[in-house]
């Protein structure tokens, strides 16, 4: 690891300090970094990632998301509006039923390889 110690200074030089305000140009904008965070959000709480798993087998209503976890409707409506909201998910309304499936099939393999990639230890 590069040390930061010029002259006995803890401080970073002028080359670390160019190099540093470059790729601080290349950061995503505050509104992309708002995006992707309310996406792991959305995503870091147990159950709503039970029903993306769900969601994987296909389109749902609500009444089977209520019954495959055993949760008031209100409890899962909360959990269904904050994935919809994040983009994760879309729905449709038939009569009074809403329908709820995944944006794309493949958010579950790329939530599987980026568990893989995390070294639980």
């Known amino acids: 690891m590069k040390s930061c110690q010029i002259s ?19 950061l995503p904008d505050k509104n992309q970094l708002h995006v992707k965070s309310e996406v792991f959000k959305a ?7 039970k029903i993306l798993y769900l969601l994987e087998e296909g389109e749902l209503c609500v009444c089977e998301v209520i019954v495959a976890l055993d949760k008031p ?14 983009g994760i998910i879309k729905w449709r309304k038939e009569g009074v039923w809403i329908h709820y499936k995944l944006v794309d099939l493949k958010i579950i393999g ?6 893989q990639l995390i070294k639980f230890e």
Do not use: W
Not at 43 to 49: C, E, F, Q, S, Y
């Open 8 to 26: 006995g200074e803890k401080r970073p030089g002028e080359d670390q300090i160019k190099k540093l305000q470059l790729m601080k140009t290349k």
């Open 110 to 115: 790329i939530l599987e390889e980026l568990t």
């Open 73 to 86: 409707q209100s409890t899962i409506s909360h959990h269904l509006n904050i994935l919809k909201n994040a």
């Open 43 to 49: 995503i870091a709480d147990p159950t709503r990632l």
